[in-house]
């Protein structure tokens, strides 16, 4: 026994070893190569001013003269939108579409089915080029769809009108909401007062200053105005929402199925209708099993967000390509680019396993 | 040589841990001995001109039986034909923009003829050397001939699309704060991407050098419905790159360029150099090598500079050949006619 540990320390110990010297070799081999060519590393470059315009910033407001590092920034962000919404929509849909696979009339399942394996079974980078090209097909501003006032839907995307709100008020009516979710902190009385007293607050700040409505409107080659969602951001979002749906549905079959079917005869023998079944015992239970897929999946949507540059929408990696390339810091720009995925997969993945802990202490099935 | 049994080890590790391209690439950077006249040798020993090219139509395309042509190929020839009077003792090695600068200096090619711009930042930060300006071009914009912009300065507030590249984000960016105009650039990572959001309407324009929006152009389904605005938003000055070091092989790519532009100045072409042997003018008989003292250096033939002009061309022989107007990229001569018709062309005399 003595002896099989031993060697099992030597050899784990040469591994280590071994480890170390490629990383020294490859280390050393950039400092050498990068000294050739009269190149220092630091990240000084991101005070820089940019000099170049970014093409969809959502509400930050970008311009060349401002630095790298607010490029990185507003790319960050664009990063961050594409993976909120994408993540929240795609669990939706595929929420959906798993419990409309398992429902027993056949054109409805196998529809889901065919849909399912044609979205799993082809390359994520073809959809998106895909749904961005089928995008085209919108008319041109000058015949923009204009179903409401300020509401034009052309290939340049969707414009609508912006609520330009005070900061006092936004801020009001997001205490107002959040106490609103207190409930069971607060305590009924208690909840009662908070609730009204932050209501009322955001209605006299509506009062004071009133919201006003910035409509849109053509002006030359684009619509000046209003709030525009991309064409990019919707062919990017709709094509990840779609192929990690399809992943999620069978996440969510699979689980539901899970679930022992001594569970769902119990609640149906106790009177529950098949909807009140789901929703209130086949669900919660599933729930338990899928949520760590699900962050897998929110995981590799944030991942996969970045075939945005075969599209031309500015994310992370787009923009850092665009730094790296105009200041030639391309190893920094890698390196932020591996620590900010990084930092984003860990947070979403932390976030699903808290939540998926709460769920585990809410106790799990009986086998 | 000192540094090579600890070379030998690190590549000895690195074929170990197959690693081993970070390798090679140092070798091969030693394997040059460097300094005047290196070049030259090397090219003789192997019988072959080493050509760094980037593939572009009328610039440089294999045609249906695998032979380089091309306006940079063009050049290329033009060594070997000085070298050892054969256009085809060439050798074509193509390019991404990403590689050519690592190829040049591993000793891979002799020189680069890919369209690289002269700049100060690669001047001065790269080990290589700039020739003579072989080509003026300029960032400009492709846009549906129905569109209300005629100049680039009309062009505020629209959707342009552009490649991810070098200096393309930067150039526009700079024209617009110039102009007081914006723009909302959409940045493709892929340029058949940018053409179909063009064609699609997605964008108002695309910005490239004027030489690959001529060429993007054709890769439009219906190409005469788009036009190329006149405006050149940026100076993009295409000359052949050498690796630092060797002012011989520098002064013979440098005149071997010039050649082109000399001859059509003289008014010699492809057919009439014949001819011009026989004249009377003191300077065309010391330029085409009928006197000899002026182009006789460096162990060429005294006869290279009519070579170059029969086999080659002049320099209105090439373009028109590969980028004018008989061929699908009507290209306009533009800045690239002689200073003596308005251009920017001009070589230093032969004397």
Redesign the interface.
Known sequence: MLRRSRRAVLLQGLALGVTAAVLWWLGHNAAASLQRHGISLGFTFLKQPANFEIGDTAWLRFSPEQSVGRAILVGLVNTARVSAVGCVLAIALGFIVGIVRLSPNPAASGLMRTGVELMRNTPLLLLVLLVAASLHALPPTERALHPAPGVFLSERGLVLPTLRVNGLSLWLGVATGATLLMRRSLGRTGWRTAVTAAAVAWVISLMARRPTIELAHLDGFNFTGGTTLSPEFAALVAALVLHHAAHISEVVRGALLAVPRGQRDAARALGLSRFQVLRLVTIPLALRAMVPLLATNCVSLVKNSSLAVAIGFPDLVSILNTAGNQTGHNIETMLIMMAVYLSLSLSVAAALNRYNAVLLAQGTPAQ | MSRAPSLVA?CA??LV?S?AT??S??AASSNIDGGAGSTLRAIRARGAVKCGITQGAGFATPDDAGRWRGFDVDFCRALAVALFNDADKTQFIPYTQQQRFSGLESGEVDLLANGTSVTSSRAM??PLHFGPIYYYDGQGFLVPKTS?ATTASM?????I?VQ????T??N???F??RNGI?????????LR??V??L????C?AISQDGAGLATTRTMLRDPDAFRILPDRISKEPIAPVIRAGDDQWLEVVNWVFRVPVQAEEYGIDQHTVAQFLQSSDPAIRRFLGVEPGATDGFGLDPTWVANVIAKVGNYRDVFERNLGSGTPLHIDRGQNKLWTDGGLLYSPPFR
């Open positions: 690190r590790a690195a841990l690693a970070a390798c690439g140092s930060h790269q209300r062009l505020g507030g629209a959707t699309c991810q590249g070098t200096t984000e930067l526009l960016a700079d617009a704060r914006t723009f909302k650039p959409v940045v493709m990572e892929d991407a940018a179909s959001a064609a699609g309407g997605r108002d």
